[in-house]
């Protein structure tokens, strides 16, 4: 079956533009997850949501940082007024709430970089 | 989340049988111990999960010691496909907040033929 998608793979973009990166979690799945990686780094968590809510908000590393989910399905991240320093992989993971073991599946993930 | 400490790095050679530690000295009674595998260039994927004593499953097994404040995963026969980098996730099944799901700095095993 169809796995986690993110989009775009790769996005390049200069420095004070805003950004929206895309996942598509897996169908059923009620936890969504996003995560950055900056190269040669371990994974940071950003923002977790259950269903349409987030939660917690405070994993956000800054107010140009937001997140949005809807209809318990897509999520977007949008950076504002990007920074060289937002450079980085930007994960996705959804699981299935409840599951035994809460496994999180992981989308391929969006490289972004910023100029 | 009880915070863990792995070490950053190993090397091993194709056919040996790798045991990567993690300690987590404040773990909960509702905490459980999951391991991730990331490739260069991918997500992480799910490899393995436990509470206590030993789990095996086709990838990989995972001894927890009955005091439950480390764990080792335990990797039979490596081939340089298993080059990559190893986290430890200690935690509740559920997740309610932001702490419960933190992942460390992870272990980079490079497989040498």
């Known amino acids: 079956g169809a796995g986690v998608s993110q989009s775009p793979s790769n996005k390049v973009t200069e420095k004070g533009k805003d950004v929206e990166l895309r996942c598509d979690p897996i169908s059923g799945h009620t936890a969504l997850y996003w995560y950055r990686q900056r190269l040669g780094q371990g994974l940071e968590f950003l923002i977790y949501f259950q269903g349409n809510s987030a939660p917690d908000k405070s994993g956000l590393p800054s107010d140009r940082f937001s997140a949005e989910r809807t209809g318990e399905s897509v999520s977007t991240l949008t950076i504002q007024r990007t920074q060289q320093e937002d450079s980085a992989v930007y994960l996705c993971?959804?699981?299935?709430?409840?599951?035994?073991?809460?496994?999180?599946?992981f989308g391929p993930g969006t490289r972004l970089t910023v100029l | 989340l009880a915070k863990t400490t792995q070490p950053i790095s190993m090397d091993s050679y194709e056919g040996q049988e790798v045991n990567i530690t993690c300690s987590h000295n404040n773990i909960a009674t509702n905490d459980y111990i999951t391991w991730y595998q990331q490739f260069p260039s991918q997500g992480p994927r799910f490899i393995i999960q436990g509470y206590k004593t030993k789990v095996t499953n086709e990838v990989a097994s995972l001894f927890i010691p009955a005091d439950r404040k480390s764990s080792t995963l335990s990797l039979p026969r490596v081939s340089l496909s298993d080059t990559a980098v190893y986290y430890c996730l200690v935690g509740t099944r559920r997740v309610y907040n932001n702490n419960d799901m933190r992942f460390g700095a992870g272990t980079r095993l490079t497989v040498k033929p």
């Open positions: 993971a959804s699981s299935l709430a409840g599951q035994k073991n809460n496994e999180q599946f």
